[in-house]
């Protein structure tokens, strides 16, 4: 079946940087765009980046700029560079195949935790 494990989060201060991995299994990576949302405590879990098959990448207004998505389908993995980082990114983060409108395809992994401190 499909698993999605995502790591490297933590607690940083305001202007930090993380960089969080994600790494997938039970799909034929390289044939799916991936991407990395977030979800904050009361509000609605959103797409933050998404990175095509061509690598192509589209981004949140929130964090364009900021965050940057990459992936390496030899490991079958995604990942997302978050820098400049402040409070309101604060979420669990979790990653997906990207489907459609946005949504993610595959039941959720358990996330990773980003705590940015003011």
């Known amino acids: 079946q499909v698993q999605l494990v995502e790591s490297g989060g933590g607690l940083v201060q305001a202007g930090g940087s993380l960089r969080l991995s994600c790494a997938a299994s039970?799909?034929?990576?390289?044939?799916?765009?991936m991407g990395w949302y977030r979800q904050a405590p009361g509000k609605q879990r959103e797409l933050v980046a998404r990175?095509?098959?061509?690598?192509?990448?589209i981004y949140a207004d929130s964090v364009k700029g900021r965050f940057t998505v990459f992936r390496d389908n030899d490991k079958n993995t995604v990942s997302l560079q978050m820098n400049s980082l402040k409070p309101e990114d604060t979420a669990v983060y979790y990653c997906?195949?990207?489907?459609?409108?946005?949504?993610?395809?595959?039941?959720w992994g358990q996330g990773t935790q980003v705590t940015v401190s003011s």
């Open positions: 039970g799909i034929i990576f390289s044939n799916n765009a």
């Open positions: 997906n195949v990207v489907g459609a409108y946005g949504s993610g395809s595959y039941p």
């Open positions: 990175i095509a098959i061509n690598r192509g990448k």
